[in-house]
């Protein structure tokens, strides 16, 4: 004990300055500050243990006792704990991933079949990271696709709504190739050209499901209207966004000149997405303040820019654990009581918010189309859960409910389109889970159409 109490002091506060640097490593230098706000905690963390140190210098030799039992006793206990979670991770994950690997084989070899035979094509089964780096050697300009939604926990003052502009965007696969498209001035998934038409007959927002999900362009909701109805179609979709993240696209993004605007809003995510939504302030803004914008038309280099350090980050930390052995990995994560950690600063009680929120967001989103003389349709997108399982009905019922009560025009997919379907699962990739495939997606366009044509 009295050696402890010699080195005590000294070894404390040299660690405490090691972490104090290595968080500013990681929060200012490796993630180059997109997420200082997360980092505040163990910032504050680092700070109070340089501060025990620092008074640890002048406190009398019995306290000094307690106060290094006191803390060997603490750390003793946190890697205990971290070790129980590690094991219990550890065994939950094994017993599961035993079960779902031989069944995502089973899967994956039935899709494998059935593309080879209606394609004569094998299926791509690269990763997504492996594809972009295939495509970079074939076009250097290509990029990947950066959910707005990604964007959501750092605190700059600029918050991407769109993607990056002008670049064959590599998207994702679940029919058995990758879906790439060249975005917009915007970055958004529409023919460059289209914002230059006089007249622009529909503007599309919603997430995954209207950005075209995992199917090329001509395949999507909006570039079949825009061949059935031979008028201009503007696509605003993202993969991600909820119903905050689309408002925010419009009020940005709508022209005078748009005479229809599609609101898509897919059953599966709507709510859960706004809860994600209502921790950000620059999106809470829009709700709060009506003439609030962030001028994104004008600030595209900016967005580009961002998004591409995303890139950067995500291929260097991709890299890096590929080069890092798997038992190197779990050591680290011990060391640095990730599960811990984890389970302290990570845990969220995911309650979605009230269906009142998203009820403020449409009557809103309806002024604003009003207001622009343009006409608002609600187009609700049925799950893949709805036709495998049993399913509730109670936030279908209750959303229809709020789109009635505000007089705009209800176009229900699962009405209309997918209950009349003898297989409902056929409008999905392989029937599994996931978005819809071509099929699905051209049924819905013509539904669209037929109900909006003039």
Known sequence: MLFLKKIFTPVSLVLSLFLLIYIFYRAEIYWQGLYADYYKKYYNISFCLIAISIISFFINKKIKEYLIITLIS???????????????????????????????????????KIYKKETGKEYDRRNLLEAFKDLKKINNKATLFISPSHDLSNKKDLLNLGGISDS?????????????????????????????????????VGDSFTHGACVNRNDDITSVLRALS????????????????????????????????????YEGNGQFDLLNENSNYLLKNYLS?????????????????????????????????????????????????????????????????????????????????????SKLYFVYLPEYNRY?????????????KIINELNITLIDIHENVIKKEEDPLKIFPFAAFGHYNVMGYKKIAENIYNITKD
């Open 230 to 265: 031979s008028k201009s179609a503007i696509n605003l979709g993202s993969s991600g966004n909820g119903p905050l993240l689309q408002y925010a696209a419009l009020r940005e993004y709508l022209k005078p000149n748009v005479k229809k605007v599609i609101w898509l809003y």
């Open 388 to 400: 495998k399982n049993d399913y509730n009905d109670f936030s279908y019922i209750e959303v229809k």
């Open 74 to 112: 603490l750390i003793v206990g946190l890697y205990i704990l971290e070790g129980f979670l590690t094991f219990y991770k550890h065994t939950k994950i094994e017993k599961f991933t035993k079960y779902k690997v031989i069944k995502d084989q089973n899967l994956n070899n039935q899709k494998y």
């Open 168 to 204: 064959e965007t590599i998207h994702c696969n679940e029919n058995g190739y990758y879906s790439i498209y060249k975005s917009d001035r915007y970055g958004f998934n529409n023919p460059n050209s289209e914002w230059d038409k006089e007249i622009i007959e529909y503007l599309l």
């Open 289 to 373: 303040d009506l003439t609030f914008t962030q001028n994104l038309q004008f600030r595209q280099k900016e967005i580009d820019d961002l998004l591409n350090l995303y890139i950067k980050i995500e291929l260097n930390k991709s890299q890096n654990q590929k080069n890092t052995p798997s038992l190197t990995n779990h050591v680290l994560q011990f060391i640095k009581i990730y599960n811990l950690r984890n389970f302290f600063f990570s845990t969220k009680t995911r309650t979605p918010p009230s269906l009142q929120e998203f009820k403020k967001i449409i009557e809103l989103t309806k002024d604003l189309v009003n207001k622009n003389n």
